[in-house]
């Protein structure tokens, strides 16, 4: 599309840098936001506006990371949208994007939960404040649970922790993908793990679990 642009979002750690998601934009509005996710749990938003490529020919930074940190998610908010974070034990933190000030693209992030310990943030999703959508959470044994956001009580950020899929001690499970589906039936993922591997995972039944 002529007007369009297309804009790239990748992080450094270590000398290694990763496309994390691409977007395409028409209009770099100061009254829609990117929020972005780290692995320790680090949360920020920025206008889509700071990220305005016209007259830059070099990648520019999108966030401020601490040493060991990694971007986990990025997603578009409309102003007032909720946050749903979600961590591999099996937890999520929902909040208004609102309890984080709009900050500008070199700075780093805040906490978005509070007693992390040593749990990764690895999903971040948003919705609109009478949203009702289902969304999937898949664990690296395979297992899988359908749930609804409006059952997750909305708290401030750093708020207290709710477990979403409980994990037993003698069969650990860790959370390894998230996604909404919406109204959506059979849905299909090619999740490409760590390892270099491919999983293949058929959503046949989206019904509440």
Same mark, same amino acid.
């Given at each position: @599309?002529?007007?369009?642009?297309?804009? +790239?979002? =990748?992080?450094?750690? +270590?000398?290694? $840098?990763?496309?994390?998601?691409?977007?395409?934009? *028409? !209009?770099?509005?100061?009254?829609?936001?990117?929020?972005?996710?780290?692995?320790?749990?680090? !949360?920020?938003?920025?206008?889509?506006?700071?990220?305005?490529?016209?007259?830059?020919?070099?990648?520019?930074?999108?966030?401020?990371? &601490?040493?060991?940190?990694? !971007?986990? &998610?990025? +997603?578009?908010?409309?102003?007032? /949208?909720?946050?749903?974070?979600?961590?591999?034990?099996?937890?999520?933190?929902?909040?208004?994007?609102?309890?984080?000030?709009?900050?500008?693209?070199?700075?780093?992030?805040?906490? /978005?939960?509070?007693?992390?310990?040593?749990?990764?943030?690895?999903?971040? @999703?948003?919705?609109?404040?009478?949203?009702?959508?289902?969304?999937?959470?898949?664990?690296? *044994?395979?297992?899988?649970?359908?749930?609804?956001?409006?059952?997750?009580?909305?708290?401030?950020?750093?708020?207290?922790?709710?477990?979403? @899929?409980? &994990?037993?001690?003698? $069969? +650990? =499970?860790?959370? !390894?993908?998230?996604?909404?589906?919406?109204?959506?039936?059979?849905? &299909?993922?090619?999740? =490409?793990?760590?390892?270099?591997?491919?999983?293949?995972?058929?959503? $046949?039944?989206?019904?509440?679990?």
């Amino acid at each position: @599309m002529k007007n369009e642009k297309s804009t +790239q979002l =990748h992080f450094r750690k +270590q000398n290694i $840098e990763k496309i994390i998601k691409g977007l395409v934009i *028409k !209009v770099f509005r100061n009254d829609v936001f990117l929020a972005f996710l780290t692995l320790s749990g680090q !949360v920020k938003r920025i206008p889509i506006s700071e990220l305005d490529t016209t007259k830059r020919s070099k990648p520019s930074r999108c966030m401020k990371l &601490s040493d060991n940190d990694e !971007v986990a &998610s990025i +997603q578009i908010t409309t102003g007032n /949208s909720d946050l749903l974070a979600i961590t591999n034990n099996g937890d999520a933190v929902l909040f208004n994007e609102n309890d984080l000030t709009v900050v500008g693209a070199k700075a780093g992030g805040v906490k /978005s939960a509070s007693n992390l310990g040593k749990a990764k943030t690895i999903a971040l @999703m948003t919705f609109d404040q009478e949203e009702k959508s289902k969304f999937v959470i898949i664990s690296d *044994k395979g297992h899988q649970r359908v749930l609804d956001n409006g059952k997750i009580i909305r708290t401030t950020r750093r708020g207290k922790l709710v477990t979403i @899929m409980p &994990s037993f001690k003698n $069969e +650990q =499970h860790k959370i !390894v993908f998230a996604d909404k589906i919406g109204k959506l039936e059979n849905v &299909s993922y090619d999740l =490409h793990l760590n390892d270099g591997s491919t999983y293949k995972f058929l959503l $046949e039944d989206t019904h509440l679990t």
